[in-house]
T-cell receptor
Framework: GENVEQHPSTLSVQEGDSAVIKCTYS??????FPWYKQELGKRPQLIID?????GEKKDQRIAVTLNKTAKHFSLHITETQPEDSAVYFC???????????FGKGTSLLVTP | DTGVSQNPRHKITKRGQNVTFRCDPI?????LYWYRQTLGQGPEFLTY????????KSRLLSDRFSAERPKGSFSTLEIQRTEQGDSAMYLC??????????FGQGTRLTVV
């Protein structure tokens, strides 16, 4: 089955700096890669996703890149703010609408 | 709140007892997923339904676990003869075909 590795497990940055979280996956059939943000005690919420026919996608301060050959994808957050502090999970799937295989999460702390 | 609703939010049970959780998806969503999340880990896929049909089950779903979605709307997840290792957050998510999955706030199970 699919195995998703995520690192780092914790990340601390100063407000205004950039944060990068990296994931690798094992199943070459995976072609849908969402990122979820989970604040303490709250539900995971989708923040951005990318499909295998696209190499990069941006949404304001958030961007995701995908290297299908190397089987890795990354989340980039620019101009970080304290409200970006949360746990971020990457996931991989055959397609949206199918079972998601999640990484173990990255706890991001943005200090003022 | 028109999002995914899960009940109860918290459940404490004694080892060996049976428990049942309920998930009400977003009304027009025909796919419904169950995940389990333990502390410090990403959600782990358990099973999913398209309408009332259970299309995929993880090997994590032992024979003590059963899920139903009898009319293609709400779903129930039952755990029989609970064990301490079943203590976790049980998350439900829903989607419309191949669109993004929205998560509920989860049911936190504690087995004592």
């Amino acid at each position: 089955g699919e195995n998703v590795e995520q690192h780092p497990s914790t990340l601390s940055v100063q407000e205004g700096d950039s944060a990068v979280i990296k994931c690798t996956y094992s199943d070459s059939a995976s072609n849908y890669f969402p990122w979820y943000k989970q604040e303490l005690g709250k539900r995971p919420q989708l923040i951005i996703d990318i499909r295998s026919n696209v190499g990069e996608k941006k949404d304001q301060r958030i961007a995701v890149t995908l290297n299908k050959t190397a089987k890795h994808f990354s989340l980039h957050i620019t101009e970080t703010q304290p409200e970006d502090s949360a746990v971020y999970f990457c996931a991989a799937s055959k397609n949206s609408g199918y079972a998601l295989n999640f990484g173990k999460g990255t706890s991001l702390l943005v200090t003022p | 709140d028109t999002g995914v609703s899960q009940n109860p939010r918290h459940k404490i049970t004694k080892r060996g007892q049976n428990v049942t959780f309920r998930c009400d998806p977003i009304s027009e969503h025909n796919r419904l997923y169950w995940y389990r999340q333990t502390l410090g880990q990403g959600p782990e896929f358990l099973t999913y339904f398209q309408n009332e049909a259970q299309l995929e089950k993880s090997r994590l779903l032992s024979d003590r676990f059963s899920a139903e979605r009898p009319k293609g709307s709400f779903s129930t997840l039952e755990i029989q003869r609970t064990e301490q290792g079943d203590s976790a957050m049980y998350l439900c998510a829903s989607s419309f075909l191949n669109t993004e999955a929205f998560f509920g706030q989860g049911t936190r199970l504690t087995v004592v």
